[in-house]
């Protein structure tokens, strides 16, 4: 495979949270992480990719779905496109899901009323749902004679399981992106191009417990008995986050066969997702919806470099403002310079920043304007003007 000038984009972000929470654990409480000593407030990386990949998919036009309710799905597409009877066509998403490697699962209670899965999740392009579709229409009248039976085994599908499961190796620019792991389907995982890391504040965080209660409109207006129609309370926090992002550009290019056309646009709409995009829990009752303060990227062509040691020992408030944002924007800039004097500039590729503020941080390399040319003049340098006839 021919080489092209820097393999790794890394978005390194530092953005101001207000009150909010962003991605929460199994109780509804903020997620924490022990970092230099001190609680920090995180969110998770499963958490901000799907927020991005959502933002990603309206930017590019193209949809993944990651679920286990494909037969349900075919099913509806049958009904609603095809205006095939409701039993055939909820045969039809069992019997397809069943001969695939995959398999189709019964649901254990009330088999007539809740719906069958596939047996494990899967992750395709949303255009598999009409394939799949186009597939039980070839089988249209094996389907409809076929008695319902509480349990379907491959060797009992109506429908060929190598066309399905042809389908299911399917991909768009999301799944080549994020990458797919699907065991049961041979040749169907897709190495992810994409790594995120959790971000996590720069400074020590407290959680903030927040009391709240819902006011009876009809009682209010009577005035004729006291309290309130609920009661609760959430969990919450504020801070400056530290995200670090790492897009593989020779890991991409394997996944689309190597057209760098293609990967460009991939790569500038995949990081321009991963810039403006925020995890959307508790947004009606928070609206947190910041930008970044400051985007600084990096290309690489040897391997990435996290600045997270920066934070390590957790940043204090600005002795006259008080904010976290200044004095971590202020050790990132110091890490960096510490970085490139340790490593050199010999792997380096490209090097800028774009941010809110006025000050010039030169250990950040160029500064820009707007996330946009940031984006793409390091999409730019990274690609180079090697030819698109890349080898996979």
Sequence with gaps: MSHIPGRFVELHVLQSVPYANLNRDDTNSVKLVEYGGVSRTRVSSQSWKRAARLRLQQRIGQRSLRTRRLPELIERHLVEERQWPLAAAARAGRHVMAGSGVGVTAPKKEPERNPWTSAAMVYVPDTAVAELADIAEEFRSAIEAAKDTKDI????????????????????????????????????????????????????????????????????????????????HAEHSAGTFYRYIVLDLDDLLHNIGGDLTAARELAEAFLDAALLSLPQAKKNSTAPHTIPDLAHITVRGDRPVSYAGAFETPVRPDAKSGGHLGPSIAELTRYASAVERLLGKGDQRYCGYAAVGAEELNALGKRVDSFGTLVREAVTAALGTVSRDIAA
């Design 153 to 232: 085994k491959a060797k009992d599908a109506l429908v060929p399981g190598d066309r399905v499961d042809a389908v299911l190796r399917s991909r768009n620019g999301i799944v080549n992106l994020f990458g797919r792991m699907l065991a049961q389907v041979d040749n169907a995982k897709v190495d992810g191009a994409v790594q995120v890391a959790h971000a996590f504040t720069t400074h020590r965080t407290d959680v903030e417990i927040d009391y709240f209660s819902a006011v009876d409109d009809v009682t209010h207006g009577w005035e004729d008995t006291t309290g309130s129609a609920h009661m609760g």
